[in-house]
């Protein structure tokens, strides 16, 4: 049984020192679908009423801002991004506070964050880490993915822990990085067919992680240093075989793929 910390709703930071209820008048609302005029009630963080003004009645000591001549938008959710993730010798230079703070300015209210768990590392530890470094610091509203960077029967019990117990359901896999997180077919073969009996979600960074290794080495041994060799390794067809190959594969398991990190 794992003692990971539970999912829980906690009030970000930047709402802390706030009153925690408001209320928005006189605005535009602006949906996918269309835009109409009305208020909006908010109260600990949730929206609690969105309609005309005669059809709610506001609870004293609210926060009221006046929107008129003004659009009310739903927050953005930035689906897959990398807060302070160890690379090698580097770690991401924004950290959970940074990131999130300038999401929140920028219009973005949640986040999910990319677990990546070293070669043999225990997944659900890594999701632990990644909670000790984003609880105390993250802005707005956050949760996880989890990366599968090796494949083993530890590794399949750990992903029905994260589904089940911690609020995990979606899971990225690497067809690139040789050496460091990339799964061969058979392993990505068995790891589709977990997910799918987990009714989780398979996330792909399609890749053929072989031919940017060999180009790599020759583009280094060549003197091409910069930055100018990412895309000198990776040509176009390098991504195009991979979400082939992957297409193919979790085809045969008929397991979903949400694709990651498109190149183009």
């Not at 929206?47 to 009221?64: D, H, L, Q, Y």
């Not at 677990?115 to 590392?121: G, N």
């Not at 077919?185 to 799918?196: H, K, M």
């Amino acid at each position: 049984m794992s003692e990971s910390p539970k999912p829980v709703k906690k009030v970000p930071i930047h709402l802390q020192s706030a009153q925690n209820r408001v209320y928005i008048r006189n605005g535009e609302v602006v949906n996918h679908d269309k835009s109409f005029k009305a208020d909006v009630y908010i109260e600990d963080g949730i929206i609690k009423f969105v309609g005309p003004a005669s059809e709610i009645t506001i609870p004293g000591g609210v926060r009221t801002i006046d929107a008129s001549g003004k659009m009310i938008m739903p927050g953005g959710i930035d689906p897959h991004t990398s807060m302070q993730r160890p690379v090698g010798d580097t770690v991401a230079v924004d950290d959970f506070y940074r990131g999130t703070k300038a999401a929140v300015a920028g219009g973005t209210t949640m986040i999910i964050d990319c677990v990546l768990p070293k070669k043999h590392e225990s997944l659900v530890e890594a999701y632990d880490k990644w909670r000790t470094w984003a609880d105390p610091k993250v802005c707005c509203d956050y949760g996880l993915h989890v990366g599968i960077t090796w494949w083993s029967k530890s590794v399949s019990d750990e992903t029905a822990i994260l589904c089940k117990e911690l609020g995990v359901n979606s899971f990225k896999m690497y067809m690139s990085h040789k050496g460091a997180y990339m799964l061969n077919d058979a392993e990505l073969l068995d790891v589709f067919e977990r997910i799918r009996s987990l009714n989780g979600v398979a996330m792909v960074h399609a890749e053929n992680g072989d031919i940017i290794a060999k180009n790599t080495n020759r583009l280094l041994a060549e003197g091409i240093r910069g930055p100018e060799g990412h895309e000198l390794s990776r040509q176009e067809e390098v991504e195009a075989e991979a979400v082939q190959r992957a297409c193919t594969l979790a085809h045969q398991i008929m397991c979903l793929i949400l694709w990651t990190n498109p190149l183009r």
